[in-house]
């Protein structure tokens, strides 16, 4: 192990015997970073791809130039399908270890084989052609495209998780299922996965079988006929008792209905009224509470249809990052600063990438670092080029070689301001003029070149 400060070897010494750096803190943070590589490295062997990519990163937080543990994310990257972030690790790798290191071959075998390359460029397209259409409410066709990019490139995990939405959508549980499963065996502990299973799950229709009994009352009735012996007629005497009798028999008859009967019936009807009451109110709580089992039920489809459309959304957002028009001119400026071409030809193709959207750390890392190496020493350069173009009156041509220098060195801008305001004078393009004398006043007011400005502005004023 070297110091970090005057990269002298340390061995296991916690101070530098050249500069006296105390470096106990940095050899403990050696160990950790090493202590999450090694996790990682377990968490990938048993396809924990969503587990190795964090604790992958957390190594590299405590050291960033640990290339086996760059190395290890950027390849599960790759087996996630994410080429881009792959490619990216893969570059920083190559600048903290230009010698003996592994991400020359991962490199070379992705840019060698021009079949690969492309294959990946016409997954990112269809993918991103999936998306479109999915927006836009053309499911069949996102399907399709989705398909397609799944064929390309089966561990691609977003294009599979997406087409499972899709069929989710459309109600296809099965495809859906078989789709997430495929992908499960790739990364085992994929939270999006798991979490689209678990919804599938909760999806199942429960179905409650209720045996009903039915009780069959069979009454029998027995008509009984009494059948009374003939007597021999003899006429009788008439008797009022007769009557009397028949009276009185009515009258109790009359008062034990009353007395007897009419409270028994008026009992058993309200017995019954009760009775269909208590019918009316249990049925009317059974239909209350399947009422409030479907409103429950409707809340729960809501929130899911909510939660899903919100990952949709997320998902989109995520993915709209994805523009291969942005991606190619950066693989392309990546390959033209590898392949050891000349300083000119790396700052145009730098001056093509367009970083106001691509926000990916490690691709914004790699743009950084280019630029960093390139503009620097090519302004000077450019500058002198774009100044001996207009001491040779060919003022179109200066403009168009000092606007580059604007765009890629802060120190020489000033210059370049002045002598671009300069050129659209000569060219009796006074508002042009005008503007750059302007944006050197506002914008440099510390530069030499303000009070040249400012006596320009008053002659094209």
């Not at 008062?255 to 009419?262: R, T």
């Not at 709209?320 to 001119?329: C, I, M, S, V």
């Not at 207009?390 to 403009?399: D, T, V």
Request: net charge neutral; glycine share 4%.
């Amino acid at each position: 192990m070297n110091c970090p400060n005057c990269g002298s070897t340390l061995g296991k010494k916690i101070k530098c015997d050249k500069c006296g750096t105390n470096v106990a803190a940095f050899q403990r943070a050696i160990r950790i970073s090493n202590t999450y590589y090694n996790s990682g490295l377990e968490k990938a062997k048993v396809r924990d791809l969503t587990g190795a990519v964090f604790v992958l990163q957390k190594s590299l937080k405590f050291n960033k130039e640990n290339t086996d543990a760059r190395n290890l994310l950027g390849l599960v990257y790759y087996e996630m399908g994410e080429i881009v972030a792959a490619l990216s690790e893969w570059v920083l790798s190559k600048h903290y270890q230009p010698q003996n290191n592994d991400c020359d071959f991962y490199i070379n075998s992705i840019q060698a084989n021009q079949t690969r390359l492309e294959a990946a460029n016409q997954m990112i397209k269809k993918y991103n052609a999936a998306l479109q259409a999915a927006k836009q409410g053309n499911d069949d066709l996102a399907i399709i495209q989705l398909k397609k990019v799944t064929s390309l490139n089966p561990h691609f995990l977003r294009a599979h998780h997406l087409l499972a939405l899709l069929y989710m959508k459309h109600n296809e549980k099965d495809k859906a299922q078989k789709c997430l499963m495929k992908i499960h065996k790739v990364d085992v502990t994929n939270t999006t996965t798991l979490r689209y299973l678990d919804e599938l799950k909760s999806r199942q229709p429960v179905q409650d079988f209720n045996d009903k009994k039915e009780d069959n009352v069979s009454t029998k009735s027995t008509n009984i006929s009494n059948i009374a012996p003939i007597s021999h007629y003899r006429e009788e005497k008439p008797n009022i008792w007769v009557f009397i009798n028949l009276i009185i028999g009515i009258v109790i008859g009359v008062g034990l209905l009353y007395f007897l009967v009419v409270p028994n019936v008026k009992k058993q009807a309200a017995a019954d009224y009760n009775a269909k009451v208590v019918d009316l109110n249990s049925q009317i709580a059974v239909n209350n509470k399947e009422v409030s089992a479907l409103e429950s039920d409707k809340e729960k489809l809501q929130e899911t249809i909510d939660k899903l459309e919100k990952e949709m959304d997320d998902l989109n957002k995520e993915t709209a990052k994805y523009d291969e028009a942005l991606y190619d001119k950066l693989f392309n400026a990546i390959k033209v600063y590898m392949s050891g071409a000349s300083q000119d030809d790396i700052v145009q193709a730098l001056l093509e990438v367009d970083m106001t959207n691509i926000d990916r750390k490690a691709a914004v890392e790699v743009y950084n670092y280019m630029k960093d190496k390139t503009f620097t020493n090519a302004a000077a350069s450019i500058y002198e080029q774009g100044h001996n173009l207009y001491s040779r009156y060919k003022y179109e041509e200066a403009i168009d070689v000092l606007k580059q220098v604007v765009l890629i060195n802060e120190d020489k801008v000033p210059d370049a301001l002045y002598f671009i305001g300069r050129s659209y004078q000569m060219l009796s393009d006074k508002e042009n003029a005008a503007k750059y004398y302007q944006q050197v006043i506002d914008e440099y007011p510390d530069s030499s070149r303000v009070s040249q400005a400012k006596s320009r502005l008053a002659e094209v004023q």
